[in-house]
């Protein structure tokens, strides 16, 4: 029976074509030549989506560390759950930007991949901000390396994307490496003889309350 | 005296019985031996058998994984609706605000993790058989708003699922305090948010069918600039 039903729906595909409902509206033609970002340039940014993505992924990983009842320090978890939601930012900015030159038409799903975190413990707070700190210089290595890319391209410097990069991200890269240096050093120098209380002064201290 | 509270200590502990005392029983054993160092194992957040019985304890690690997963889908989704040929400000709105939210939850679950003495495990999987693969942006409005209402009806059969888990009667797998935080935190909302994408598809079958076809175009230029004024 069930065949039977199957060969009848075939026969009427078949023979209604007309039939079929429609559910999208068709594709149109725009002209394509303001859509000038050039394959290395456009690679490279997609690398640094994937990157700043990643960079998520292992802060939410510091923040969960920082959350357990056994480490107990909610300024530094803070911190890094904040630090992971700023990296999700990045990335969307990202992608607004290769959306406004013409780009994710149609290559939008292997634009990033979730992959847990590569490191799930730390020893302290001083190791946790060290490891934030040269997370950072890779990232900025990484913008540079996307500068790069889009502005030596021989046929298509890409004034506007290098100087998005170099005005926003970079700006916004050292402020964040210098904040994070700065917390470090002081954390290490609290911690020099006191390193408990240190710690413990220093993460209340990330919480806003004066200890 | 310190064998003697060591020997009672071990005797509750093969008995079974969810001794209030023992961390307090770690303190009187450890503090005032030489040594200088206190490991106080005990004295911690874990209570009732969370993580020690049952899968309750994973599921919810595994939770937190679904939605990081799931909001970096939406993200591509709220992306490919920017983009210039789709041009549908409106269902991309819709799809950054699922995405907002599954990423904040994602935030809020690693924390309860640790609110009951668990680590986070970026690993975890569930032992509810619903993951998919590979996701695909490039839909069409209709084909996304259906994904959409799909993945949210798994984000909240899983919820489900994690709260059968945790009420089941039995004196190791009761857990009332992760059945009240799903409740609170998911599952009333889960039912407002499938609601509404349900709506939004049923609105759509409609315009896709009215008018032999011709109001399509028109349709989701219009429900389009609804969702823009709307999300």
Redesign the interface.
């Known amino acids: 029976m069930n065949s039977i039903l199957l060969v009848f729906a075939g026969i009427l595909a078949v023979c209604l074509p007309a039939s079929a409902t429609q559910c999208n509206v068709n594709p149109v033609q725009i002209p394509k030549d303001w859509i000038t970002m050039h394959r290395s340039c456009r690679n490279s940014m997609r690398q640094q989506i994937q990157m700043e993505v990643g960079a998520s992924l292992q802060y939410l990983a510091m923040g969960a560390h920082f959350s357990k009842d056994v480490v107990n320090r909610p300024g530094f978890a803070q911190l890094f759950f904040d630090a992971a939601s700023e990296e999700r930012e990045h990335a969307m900015k990202l992608i607004e930007y290769l959306l406004m030159r013409g780009e994710l038409t149609n290559d939008v799903s292997s634009l990033l991949q979730v992959r847990p975190p590569t490191r799930s413990s730390w020893k302290g707070g001083v190791e946790a901000l060290e490891h934030a700190l040269s997370m950072e210089s890779d990232v900025t290595k990484s913008i540079r390396n996307v500068i790069k890319a889009c502005e030596d391209d021989s046929e298509f410097n890409d004034y506007h994307l290098v100087d998005y990069l170099t005005g926003d991200f970079l700006e916004e890269q050292y402020k964040g490496q210098r904040d994070l240096a700065g917390k470090a050093s002081t954390l290490k120098k609290l911690m020099d003889r006191h390193e408990a209380l240190g710690e413990f002064i220093f993460d209340k201290k990330l919480l806003g309350i004066d200890v | 005296m310190k064998m003697l509270i060591l020997a009672v200590s071990c005797l509750l502990a093969i008995t079974g019985s969810l001794a209030a005392d023992t961390c307090y029983n770690d303190v009187a054993l450890d503090c005032g031996i030489t040594s200088n160092s206190l490991a106080l194992p005990r004295c ?3 209570y009732g058998e969370y993580g020690s019985h049952g899968n309750v304890a994973t599921e919810l690690q595994a939770y937190a994984k679904l939605h ?2 799931r909001s ?1 889908d939406y ?2 989704s709220a ?2 609706f ?5 041009n549908r400000a409106g269902f991309s709105k819709l799809f950054k605000k699922l995405s907002d939210e599954a ?1 904040s939850k ?2 809020d679950i ?2 309860h ?3 009951r ?1 668990d ?5 975890q999987h569930s032992t509810m058989k619903t993951e998919r693969k ?5 839909n ?4 996304a708003l259906a994904k959409a209402l799909d993945t949210q009806k798994e984000l909240a059969e899983r919820a489900f699922y994690i709260h059968r888990e945790a009420t089941r009667n039995s004196q190791h797998l009761h857990d009332p305090e992760i059945a009240q935080y799903l409740e609170e935190e998911f599952i009333e909302d889960h039912a407002e948010k499938i609601r509404t994408l349900a709506g939004h598809t049923s609105d759509l079958k409609k315009f ?2 009215a008018n032999n ?1 011709h109001d ?2 028109l349709a ?1 230029y219009v429900f389009d600039e609804y969702l823009q004024k709307t999300v």
């Open positions: 911690n957040a874990v990081l997963e970096y993200l591509l992306a490919y920017n983009n210039y040929q789709t990423w994602t935030i690693i924390k993790v640790t609110k003495g680590k986070m495990n970026f690993d590979n996701y695909t942006a490039e069409h409005e209709l084909e896709i069918t076809g399509l175009s989701l």
